[in-house]
């Protein structure tokens, strides 16, 4: 099968052969990036079983320590397949929305500021809301509010303890609707910002996996943003900071009475 698809291949043209070739590539790598990922917390769940299953006695204390730590890889597997089934809903209809719901943003930035402070728990994050009230954006509410909450815990998990986070609602002076998160976290060097919003690409493996994610809030953020006409904008220092600006269209704005 494979040669006959090679050969079907070869008799196109440059161009799309071209591009086929690069969807091939990008599935073949997706693949081989989910696999990564759901195979380390995999590895973690089967060798614990495996010393549940040889040892005869296990104290309390060891088996506790067992189970947290299964329970909380089983959490990372069901946190990548559900980023997974949002992005290929996202990326099945990759076209703006037509939702007709007007969403009230500042409620739903007054609801994830709990779950920021909450999420930030011990590190003691300085983490502040600024909103004007009166703004309504048409679009769809789950999406959006998987946008800012994608952003604001890249944020949490980004910057140091008892670091600054500011997220902003607000209208610029063309009308668009901007939501603004800041932060005095790591940074991202300047060659890394264009891929950023790539599936699975982490600037620092290492460091990024210390922190938990799964590799797909980015990737979920820009496929969000392009069912709403907006944009994404970066600004970062290395070891000061980065400033993350969602500009959303004129067109989508409207405002409470």
């Known amino acids: 099968m494979k040669k006959h698809n090679d050969l079907l291949i070869q008799k196109l043209p440059k161009p799309v052969k071209t591009y086929i070739k690069h969807l091939e590539q990008v599935r073949s790598d997706f693949?081989?990036?989910v696999s990564h990922e759901l195979r380390t917390p995999l590895t973690v769940i089967q060798g614990y079983l495996e010393t549940l299953i040889k040892e005869e006695s296990t104290n309390k204390?060891?088996?506790?320590?067992?189970?947290?730590?299964?329970?909380?890889?089983?959490?990372?597997?069901?946190?990548?397949?559900?980023?997974?089934?949002?992005?290929?809903?996202?990326?099945?209809?990759?076209?703006?929305?037509?939702?007709?719901?007007?969403?009230?943003?500042?409620?739903i930035l007054k609801n994830l500021l709990i779950d920021a402070k909450n999420i930030s728990g011990e590190k003691m994050h300085k983490i502040s809301l600024k909103v004007e009230t009166k703004i309504v954006m048409r679009g769809s509410e789950s999406e959006l509010r998987s946008l800012f909450?994608?952003?604001?815990?890249?944020?949490?998990?980004?910057?140091p303890d008892q670091g600054?986070?500011?997220?902003?609602?607000?209208?610029d002076n063309e009308g668009r609707g901007i939501f603004k998160v800041s932060d005095t976290g790591i940074g991202i060097a300047k060659e890394h910002i264009p891929r950023i919003t790539e599936r699975f690409y982490r600037v620092d493996k290492a460091r990024s996996r210390e922190r938990g994610g799964t590799g797909l809030g980015l990737?979920?953020?820009?496929?969000?943003?392009?069912?709403?006409?907006?944009?994404?904008e970066v600004e970062s220092v290395l070891e000061k900071g980065s400033d993350f600006r969602c500009c959303f269209p004129k067109k989508r704005i409207t405002f409470l009475e």
């Open 31 to 33: 693949v081989a990036n």
């Open 164 to 171: 600054r986070i500011n997220i902003e609602w607000f209208c």
């Open 149 to 159: 909450s994608n952003i604001i815990v890249n944020a949490i998990k980004y910057t």
């Open 61 to 107: 204390k060891t088996l506790n320590k067992i189970f947290q730590q299964m329970y909380q890889h089983s959490i990372r597997m069901a946190d990548i397949i559900e980023d997974l089934l949002l992005l290929s809903h996202l990326e099945g209809d990759d076209h703006p929305t037509e939702e007709k719901n007007d969403i009230v943003v500042a409620d």
């Open 219 to 232: 990737a979920i953020v820009k496929h969000v943003l392009l069912r709403h006409d907006a944009e994404l």
